[in-house]
């Protein structure tokens, strides 16, 4: 079955060191999402590529960054990972922008020491 | 500032009640509103796209609905499997300016 992936579903890491976060999709889709979801709050959108054109969400912190090395995977990285980033991260995919549905994974928890 | 309400926050139905979830929206140029369910430690997984005022869409027990501020998701003779948290969410702009606001979600259980 197509398919967005995200790996890992866990990851622990320490206050500072750098994480990266993978998603594969194998629905072919032009456009790839990375939203942060806290507890209880609703998935904020951090940044999008329309095929390889990143964009960015204004309010995204510069310590979030983000990869997409081909139309299957994207990357989610954190340089310097604070308390406050600690969350569920969702990766999702649609076919065109905007008016298409998103295909969410099932995210990857961070916690931070 | 575009704004994304949902409500109630959470809701508990016996299994069969009938009840509506709520989503209004304050957007500036509203191009779509989607609804989507999530269950306890997976993605959102897509149900609805509406697109314009008076449309509606179907599907099993539920029926979402659109107007100029809101939107509806009525869920029919619920079930225990429908126990989930719904979001909305709207989308502004156009083009490749994807604009995306979520809703924080109404946390559905129905009790058997």
């Known amino acids: 079955d197509a398919m967005v992936i995200q790996n890992p579903r866990y990851q622990v890491t320490q206050f500072g060191k750098p994480v990266t976060l993978s998603c594969s999709q194998t629905?072919?889709?032009?456009?790839m999402y990375w939203y942060q979801q806290k507890s209880s709050q609703a998935p904020k959108l951090l940044f999008h590529y329309y095929d390889k054109d990143f964009n960015n969400e204004a309010d995204t912190p510069d310590n979030f960054q983000s990869r997409r090395p081909n139309t299957s995977f994207c990357f989610l990285d954190i340089r310097s990972p604070g308390l406050g980033d600690a969350a569920m991260y969702l990766c999702a995919t649609s076919r065109e922008g905007g008016l298409q549905p998103q295909h969410f994974g099932d995210g990857t928890r961070l916690s931070i020491l | 500032e575009d704004q994304v309400t949902q409500s109630p926050e959470a809701l508990r139905l016996q299994e069969g009640e009938s009840s509506s979830l709520n989503c209004s929206y304050t957007v500036s140029g509203l191009r779509g509103l989607f609804w989507y369910r999530q269950d306890p430690g997976k993605g959102p997984e897509f149900l609805f796209t509406l697109y314009s005022a008076g449309e509606e869409k179907e599907k099993e027990r539920l029926k979402a609905t659109l107007t100029k501020k809101e939107s509806f998701l009525h869920i029919t003779a619920p079930k225990p499997e429908d126990s989930a948290t719904y979001l909305c969410?709207?989308?502004?702009?156009?083009?490749?300016?994807?604009?995306?606001?979520f809703g924080t979600g109404t946390s559905l259980t129905v009790i058997p």
């Open positions: 969410a709207v989308h502004t702009g156009g083009g490749t300016g994807n604009q995306f606001y």
């Open positions: 629905l072919n889709h032009n456009v």
